[in-house]
């Protein structure tokens, strides 16, 4: 096997070797002018080559990403969207089941407490912009924010304590 793989590479470097002989001899035979104008264009195409394979795999992958963050930001709007786009009435549901089903979508756990037509709930989430939305679609579904207090804990994590009807 390895004898094998010998000659080949003997055999490789033997054509290479003979290649390399009559580019020299056909650049010998050009006068000084043609031959720069012969190398600078032989360098040209190589880079070009080189270019055009990198390029269009390049093209490709920017194309496949930009369908990834289109694809994401669908997902994103069905799951905020969800409530609005499921067949059952929102009328139907109680204030208990309205918010854990926006927290299920937000992705929050939210610890809640039932108290006569209020509910007083509790969640955290390290991004304010996160619990703005929750409370947002809290007030979509029909549910009002009797009040509401937001405390930033010592590790980052922002606390909603909220009571709602």
């Known amino acids: 096997m390895a004898n094998r793989i010998t000659n080949m590479l003997n055999g490789?470097?033997?054509?290479l070797n003979t290649l390399v002989v009559f580019v020299e001899d056909y650049l010998d035979q050009l006068q000084p002018r043609e031959r720069i104008a012969?190398?600078?264009l032989a360098l040209f195409l190589s880079v070009a080559a080189i270019v055009s394979l990198l390029w269009f795999p390049h093209q490709a992958a920017l194309k496949q990403q930009q369908r990834v963050t289109e694809l994401k930001d669908t997902i994103h709007w069905m799951q905020t969207n969800a409530v609005q786009l499921?067949?059952?009435s929102t009328d139907?549901?109680?204030?208990a089941e309205k918010v854990q089903r926006v927290a299920q979508q937000q992705g929050l756990s939210v610890q809640s407490q039932d108290n006569q037509n209020?509910?007083?709930l509790t969640t955290s989430h390290q991004n304010y912009a996160v619990l703005a939305n929750f409370l947002t679609q809290l007030a979509q579904q029909g549910l009002s924010?009797?009040?509401m207090d937001m405390q930033k804990q010592s590790d980052?994590?922002?606390?909603?304590?909220?009571t709602i009807q």
């Open 38 to 40: 012969v190398i600078v």
């Open 92 to 95: 139907a549901l109680t204030a």
């Open 156 to 162: 980052g994590v922002i606390k909603l304590i909220a």
């Open 145 to 147: 924010i009797v009040s």
């Open 12 to 15: 490789l470097s033997g054509r």
């Open 118 to 120: 209020q509910i007083k």
């Open 86 to 88: 499921s067949t059952e």
